[in-house]
């Protein structure tokens, strides 16, 4: 069994185990330092940035890298399909050799289990490099120079340090998470193997989400004009969680619907093949787009929110270094977020066209030049992208400024810094799915070669 | 003798003679061998004998062409129960390219060349068929070419494996 | 019919002695073909013979380590691969045995994608793709996905994609090895009756001697070379 199971690991292809490797790191890392920021005493014996020396405001950064998290916890998800349909194949041929459906489910796990186990492991290390790249001090750590003055820019506690039992419960915690999704997306290797294949589509994902969404949009008119509801919304802490976390489940339930929605409007205009084809993929398969379109708006949500913030900050005059260097840290964290999110776009597509090499080649073969199988790949990413983030942005700028953001007397730097958010968020969405499929073009070319046309 | 089965089969459609019968016939079995004029004959001049089949008619002068025949009741009933009767399966006699190929290769002769040969003159033969079958009218046809084309690709299938073990045969011995 | 040979100056395409190797396989080992316009030519062969092989260099689509390929007079086997990717495009439709519609577009969009490519307007190519389904009889299948359709379905739909450009060969690799006999019959018949009237010759890759009977003329290969029974090994 341990001998099947070395095997089945080293037939399963590269990419799966590193990325899994890769994120679980990554995750266990920040799991880590959030820890560490949780364990500082109210008065810590170090400096540290603002935002995680002050009390008030730590909270706040434990929200911002928790969520950076979600990300993470995408790419791997996706990263765990990769190559599902051939280990389904592998699988099943071991169930006809006399594996039973409870050790196919061991072994399916084992091929997750190992390299998260590993990963969470290089997690311990990666924290370990953090705590001296990044981490406080009696002197501040490292600091920028600003002026004549020199300013702490460390996040990462070196004055408490985790026990051993909570590197331990992270460790294993973050393995478990691996393994759980894992099981949950290969669930079904151990049907039998030749059963009814997937044919026509899944049923449409439903409006609800976008739904709630509109509703908030309505609930904070009146909690514009009325003050109360406005207080409760937005300025009680409970309130605000419960905004939050009604925004967030509303932005993920909403993403399958925008992009089955944004894949229906596509094909009945599209007049080229990648359109066409992008658009043909969202319809039938809207879900893993429909997450990561999700993600981009989450991300949508907090750029255009910290775009009302950050004009209110510029006109009033207030803007020095905490503030500056606090949105250099948002917006640091919401470029590596969208880099994630269309990662995971990227690697879904890969995915897909792996799965269907042989009708791929088949277009090539039929004339359908290489580099269109790769732009399909990017309208895809396009068509969610770049309506998520903007429809996200507008709404975290109408959310958090509401009417404010033309307010005459505040001048015109909220309404430009909001509007350049509006702008960029979208462009900077598309940008970060070009990069994520030029990252991924080597596989996409391998699919149209024409080895897959062979019979048998 | 199953030709008589047949033309019982076209005379309990109605009365015909026998050059009617004889047409009938090769219509109904396309791809098979045309039915020869003095066969008829004699097939009929048995049935008669045996009560099958009756004269309806002599029109005009004499001779056979002129009589017009018509199913018996015996005839009828014959008819039935061969229609209702399955057959044997084979034996099948050896064919003459089963007996050229094997001698061949006793002698120890190279036969490829010969099944080559008669791999292409088959599927000449073939292409014909397909073709004749392209272009029948009727599923009936199209039913009675099948059973000649399936045989023939029995032969050219034959033929392939044949070739595909000299082949062999010669590869091992080198 | 033109020459059933292929012979000649009529030869639309032109395979000499080509090579290719796959790592240590030689598939091919100086096979030389000819297909003159509007013919119906089946290569045949045992397995592993290269008869896919040589079919995929014929149509551009595998490039030969030695040996020529020529369509139109104008070789095509060294063009770089844009160009050779448009000229498919144009001049050659392929059909495979299975599984080469995009699972995710249905019957009547896998047949527009050709026309896509060639910059038809969205309207003009539904148009003439749903004319082409109804040509082979598909009429009725436009809207469904082609996990929807039966063997013999997904062929015809196969056929229309690569009838639809009007090309002027159409390869077709074992079309008919996945049905059984009588939907094969009708999948030939189909595509040889409409190659005929549209003057586009057939290049057919078949184990079924009765589909290689629906040729003008047969190319065995053997160990990836034109079988000649004269030569004795
Ligand atoms: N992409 C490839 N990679 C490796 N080997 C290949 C490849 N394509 C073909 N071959 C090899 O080349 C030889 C010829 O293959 P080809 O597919 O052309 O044969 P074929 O006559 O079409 O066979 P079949 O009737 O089984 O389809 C075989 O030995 C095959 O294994
Ligand atoms: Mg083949």
């Known amino acids: 069994m341990t001998t099947l199971a070395l095997v089945l690991l080293r037939r399963g292809g590269r990419l799966r185990p590193v990325v899994v490797a890769a994120t679980t790191a990554v995750v266990t890392s920040l799991v880590l330092v959030v820890v560490a920021v949780l364990m500082l005493p109210a008065d810590p014996d170090e400096l540290l940035f603002n935002v995680v020396q002050e009390p008030g405001l730590r909270y706040g950064t434990v929200l911002g890298m928790s969520l950076l998290v979600v990300p993470l916890l995408l790419l791997l998800h996706q990263a765990l399909r990769l190559g599902n349909a051939s280990r389904q194949r592998r699988l099943a041929g071991l169930r006809i050799a006399g594996v039973t459906?409870?050790?196919?489910?061991?072994?399916?796990?084992?091929?997750?289990?190992?390299?998260?186990?590993?990963?969470?492991?290089?997690?311990i290390v990666g924290f370990g490099v953090l705590r001296s790249v990044l981490g406080g001090g009696a002197d501040g750590g490292p600091s920028l120079v600003v002026g004549d003055y020199g300013y702490s820019v460390a996040l990462v506690p070196t004055s408490v340090t985790p026990t051993w039992w909570m590197v331990t419960s992270v460790v294993a915690g973050v393995t478990a998470l691996g393994v759980l999704l894992g099981l949950r997306t290969g669930s079904g290797v151990s049907d039998p193997p030749h059963g009814v294949s997937r044919r026509s589509a899944a049923r449409a994902p439903?409006?609800?989400?976008?739904?709630?969404?509109?509703?908030?949009?309505?609930?904070?008119?009146?909690?514009?004009?009325?003050?109360?509801?406005?207080y409760a919304l937005f300025v009680d802490g409970f309130g605000t969680l419960a905004l939050v976390a009604v925004t967030v489940l509303a932005f993920v339930?909403?993403?399958?619907?925008?992009?089955?929605?944004?894949?229906?409007?596509?094909?009945?205009?599209?007049?080229?093949?990648?359109?066409?084809?992008?658009?043909?993929?969202?319809?039938?398969?809207?879900?893993?787009?429909?997450?990561?379109?999700?993600?981009?708006?989450?991300?949508?949500?907090?750029?255009?929110?910290?775009?009302?913030?950050?004009?209110?900050?510029?006109?009033?005059?207030?803007?020095?270094?905490?503030?500056?260097?606090?949105?250099?840290?948002?917006?640091?964290?919401?470029?590596?977020?969208?880099?994630?999110?269309?990662?995971?776009?990227?690697?879904?597509?890969?995915?897909?066209?792996?799965?269907?090499r042989r009708s791929m080649a088949s277009l090539h073969a039929l004339g359908v030049p290489a580099t269109d199988v790769r732009r399909s790949q990017q309208w895809e990413g396009y068509l969610v992208a770049v309506p998520m983030s903007l429809v996200g942005t507008l709404l975290g700028a109408w959310t958090v400024g509401g009417t404010a953001v033309v307010d005459p007397a505040a001048g015109p730097a909220p309404l430009v810094l909001t509007l350049a958010c509006v702008v960029l968020t979208p462009v900077l969405a598309a940008c970060a799915v070009r990069l994520a499929v030029a990252l991924t073009g080597p596989v996409a070319r391998r699919v149209v070669d024409p080895e897959h046309l062979r019979t048998a | 003798m199953s030709t008589a089965h047949v033309l019982l089969g076209v005379l309990a459609g109605g009365p015909a003679h026998g050059y009617d019968l004889k047409r009938e016939h090769d219509a109904r079995l396309p791809g098979a061998k045309p039915l020869a004029y003095g066969q008829v004959y004699a097939t009929l001049a048995r049935l008669e004998r045996d009560g099958q089949v009756e004269v309806a008619a002599t029109e005009g002068g004499s001779g056979p062409e002129r009589t017009v025949y018509a199913i018996s009741e015996v005839g009828e009933e014959v008819l039935l129960d061969w229609l209702a009767t399955p057959e044997q399966p084979g034996p099948y006699a050896a064919e003459e390219l089963v007996r050229k190929t094997v001698t061949a290769l006793r002698l120890h002769r190279d036969a490829r060349p010969f099944l080559a040969a008669q791999r292409a003159l088959h599927l000449e033969r073939m292409r014909?068929?397909?073709?004749?079958?392209?272009?029948?009218?009727?599923?009936?046809?199209?039913?009675?070419?099948?059973?000649?084309?399936?045989?023939l690709d029995a032969d050219l299938r034959w033929l392939d494996d044949a070739a595909a073990r000299v082949a062999d045969e010669g590869n091992a011995l080198r | 019919m033109t020459s059933t040979d292929g012979s000649g100056a009529t030869a639309l395409l032109r395979a000499h002695a080509l090579h290719k190797s796959f790592g240590r396989t030689e598939a091919l080992r100086g096979a030389s073909v000819e297909v003159a316009a509007g013919e119906v030519v089946a290569l045949?062969?045992?397995?592993?013979?290269?008869?896919?092989?040589?079919?995929?260099?014929?149509?551009?689509?595998?490039?030969?380590?030695?040996?020529?390929?020529?369509?139109?007079?104008?070789?095509?086997?060294?063009?770089?691969?844009?160009?050779?990717?448009?000229?498919?495009?144009?001049?050659?439709?392929?059909?495979?045995?299975?599984?080469?519609?995009?699972?995710?577009?249905?019957?009547v969009q896998n047949v527009m994608v050709p026309l896509l490519l060639e910059r038809h307007g969205r309207a003009a190519a539904r148009t003439a793709a749903l004319a082409w389904l109804d040509r082979?009889?598909?009429?009725?299948?436009?809207?469904?996905?082609?996990?929807?359709?039966?063997?013999?379905?997904?062929?015809?739909?196969?056929?229309?994609?690569?009838?639809?450009?009007?090309?002027?060969?159409?390869?077709?690799?074992?079309?008919?090895?996945s049905l059984d006999r009588v939907s094969g019959e009708d999948v030939m018949e189909v595509l040889v009756s409409t190659a005929q009237s549209t003057g586009a010759a057939v290049v057919l890759v078949t184990h079924d001697n009765r589909v290689a009977a629906y040729?003008?003329?047969?190319?065995?290969?053997?160990?990836?070379?034109?079988?000649?029974?004269?030569?004795?090994r």
């Open chain 1, 101 to 123: 459906a409870r050790e196919a489910r061991l072994l399916g796990a084992g091929e997750v289990a190992v390299p998260a186990l590993v990963g969470s492991l290089l997690g």
């Open chain 2, 128 to 151: 014909a068929l397909v073709a004749e079958q392209r272009a029948a009218p009727d599923v009936e046809a199209r039913i009675a070419l099948d059973h000649t084309i399936v045989h």
């Open chain 1, 253 to 356: 339930s909403t993403g399958p619907w925008a992009a089955h929605l944004a894949g229906r409007v596509a094909q009945d205009r599209a007049s080229t093949v990648p359109v066409l084809l992008a658009a043909r993929r969202l319809v039938v398969d809207p879900r893993p787009a429909g997450r990561a379109g999700a993600a981009v708006g989450g991300v949508g949500l907090v750029a255009g929110g910290v775009g009302v913030l950050l004009g209110d900050v510029v006109g009033s005059g207030g803007a020095d270094f905490f503030f500056v260097f606090s949105y250099v840290l948002v917006a640091l964290g919401l470029l590596v977020t969208l880099l994630l999110v269309s990662l995971t776009l990227a690697v879904h597509s890969v995915e897909t066209l792996t799965d269907r």
């Open chain 3, 136 to 177: 082979l009889g598909a009429a009725g299948l436009a809207d469904a996905l082609p996990g929807d359709l039966s063997g013999g379905e997904s062929q015809r739909v196969a056929m229309a994609r690569a009838l639809v450009t009007g090309p002027s060969v159409v390869f077709a690799d074992e079309p008919t090895g």
């Open chain 3, 44 to 107: 045949t062969g045992p397995s592993g013979s290269g008869k896919s092989t040589l079919l995929l260099c014929l149509a551009g689509v595998l490039r030969p380590e030695a040996g020529s390929v020529a369509y139109d007079g104008s070789r095509l086997d060294d063009l770089p691969e844009a160009t050779r990717t448009r000229l498919r495009r144009r001049e050659f439709g392929l059909v495979l045995q299975f599984g080469q519609l995009v699972p995710e577009l249905s019957a």
């Open chain 1, 206 to 230: 439903r409006p609800w989400g976008a739904c709630v969404l509109v509703a908030l949009v309505l609930l904070t008119v009146p909690a514009a004009v009325v003050p109360p509801v406005a």
């Open chain 3, 215 to 232: 040729a003008d003329r047969e190319v065995v290969l053997r160990d990836g070379a034109v079988d000649d029974p004269a030569v004795v």
